[in-house]
């Protein structure tokens, strides 16, 4: 249930701001522009993108300006992946803990939530950790969008086949691309969890979905962003987080206990046979 809810979050969250920047006003933003967000966010992100930008290739900027920023929360995806590692670590002893507290009355529930807070206090683990580093996305992506769509500079870019980088790509190339990496993304690190279950399933075809729905109709700058992005997380995962790397670990673990089983299992047989020979 609390996995469920956490997807319904995130999902919420990407389409709210989505919706709140497509909303947004659309009035250029310049250095005279006032206010806060405009002035010292959308615009200096605009300014760092031109700045970036080699030969006034505001695509190339975009690219350089998302690995900069990737880089920025390498350590707060770092953080992500380790505390994720040890909840899904934990994830045996939980369902164990459901199971031995299995009845729906306000009594057991409680004890359930108590025993298992005592479980993550002791491991060190943070249930919510997961949500940080989106939260933090969040802005990045909406001042993004916003640089692209209100600045002129950035607005009238090209790159590649995209004319006009305030457009949508009109051959569907890096949307399709940004749906593809998103779901290798989520996909690889579901890979790592130690029990499957739905909602983890429905956040592998759901979220690559909704960001290549989104993406057919934003600006094709902000779709190269999220191409960017995703295909930044999937190397990550693959160096700090590797799946197949985990699996492996995680059978040897498994065989190595499982051979100490039987060696136990032998060395009580033997121990009673030479008991028994001794009674004779």
């Known amino acids: 249930m609390k996995k469920s809810k956490r997807l319904l979050l995130m999902l919420g969250l990407v389409s709210l701001v989505i919706l709140l920047s497509a909303c947004a006003t659309t009035s250029e933003v310049t250095s005279e522009s006032t206010g806060f967000w405009d002035r010292y966010i959308v615009y200096s992100f605009a300014q760092v993108i031109r700045w970036l930008s080699l030969g006034g290739n505001s695509g190339i900027g975009i690219i350089l300006f998302t690995l900069i920023i990737r880089v920025i929360l390498f350590p ?8 994720m590692r040890k909840t899904q670590d934990l994830q045996p002893k939980i369902t164990a803990l459901q199971e031995k507290y299995s009845s729906k009355d306000t009594e057991t529930q409680q004890k359930l939530r108590e025993e298992q807070q005592k479980l993550y206090q002791e491991h060190g683990v943070n249930p919510y950790a997961g949500c940080l580093p989106l939260l933090v996305q969040m ?7 916003q640089a692209i769509s209100r600045v002129p500079a950035l607005k009238a870019g090209s790159f590649l086949w995209i004319d006009v980088l305030g457009e949508p790509d009109p051959y569907y190339i890096f949307p399709i691309l940004a749906g593809i990496f998103t779901f290798l993304s989520t996909y690889l690190s579901s890979m790592s969890q ?30 190269l962003y999220w191409v960017i992005s995703n295909a930044f997380q999937v190397g990550q995962t693959l160096l700090i987080n590797n799946p197949f790397k985990i699996r492996r670990e995680r059978e040897e673990a498994e065989r190595q206990a499982r051979q100490k089983e039987r060696e136990l299992e032998k060395a009580k047989y033997s121990n009673k046979k030479q008991r028994h020979k001794k009674r004779k």
């Not at 707060?76 to 505390?83: A, C, E, I, W, Y």
């Not at 802005?139 to 969008?145: H, S």
């Open 76 to 83: 707060l995806m770092n953080f992500q992946t380790k505390s």
């Open 139 to 145: 802005p990045i992506l909406m001042a993004v969008y």
């Open 194 to 223: 130690v029990n499957s279950n739905s909602s983890i399933k429905i956040m592998n075809y759901v979220m690559p979905v909704m960001i290549l729905v989104m993406a057919i109709n934003l600006p094709g700058a902000l779709s």
